[in-house]
């Protein structure tokens, strides 16, 4: 199982890469990761199992975290409207997004980060992306709200960005003027 311990940290140059893309149909191999990656992000939102193996919780996980550089994600978590998303997806790519931006009030979060860094995160309010998912079938998802933003997070790893580098340095709570909160 994935632990803490397989978690990569800033200051690790996986974490810079732009990740490969995933050969399809994706090998055992990669599908055994892809699975291990949504057990973990399950795992840590289970208060029994997360403190047992003192998991850090989070809604999402990309393979460059634990030291993978290949296109693959997986998410696990429900919206502000109750709608469950659960997916393990290989070569996500947003074919389309909207202007908006939209943001979470309470800044964002990353495993790969051991610290607080606070500020506004602007994110596209919609994003539309197609992906293969861990079950093999090609999907277009279209995202709005924290679905979004959660999806944009991890596809930013992929990329190596880290969410802070969105920040206003100058004034990390500035609000864009095109972006609306999430929540
Ligand atoms: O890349 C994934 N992680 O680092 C997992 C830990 N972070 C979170 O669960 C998290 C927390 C707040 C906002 C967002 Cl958007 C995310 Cl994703
Ligand atoms: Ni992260």
Redesign the pocket.
């Given at each position: 199982m994935i632990t803490m311990d397989d978690i990569v940290r800033e200051g690790d140059p996986v974490l810079r890469e732009n990740a490969e893309e995933v050969s399809l149909p994706p090998t055992d191999e990669d599908k055994h990761i892809l699975g291990e990656m949504l057990q973990f992000?399950k795992n840590s939102q289970d208060e029994e199992i997360a403190e047992e193996y003192n998991l850090?919780?989070?809604?999402?996980?990309?393979a460059p975290?634990i030291g993978i550089s290949k296109r693959m994600l997986a998410v696990h978590f429900t919206d502000f409207k109750d709608k469950e998303y659960s997916y393990g997806l290989f070569n996500p790519k947003i074919i389309s997004h909207s202007v908006e931006k939209t943001y979470?009030p309470?800044?964002?979060?990353?495993?790969?980060?051991d610290r607080e860094v606070p500020g506004i995160?602007p994110r596209y309010a919609r994003i539309t992306l197609r992906a293969t998912t861990l079950e093999g079938d090609e999907v277009k998802l279209r995202l709005k709200g924290y679905a979004a933003?959660?999806v944009?997070?991890?596809i930013d790893?992929l990329n190596g960005i880290m969410?802070y580098d969105h920040i206003n340095s100058e004034n990390p709570q500035e609000i864009p003027d095109n972006a609306t909160s999430a929540d």
């Open positions: 992000i850090r919780a989070g809604v999402g996980i990309a975290q979470l309470g800044g964002e979060g990353c495993l790969s980060v995160v933003i959660v944009q997070h991890e790893h969410f």
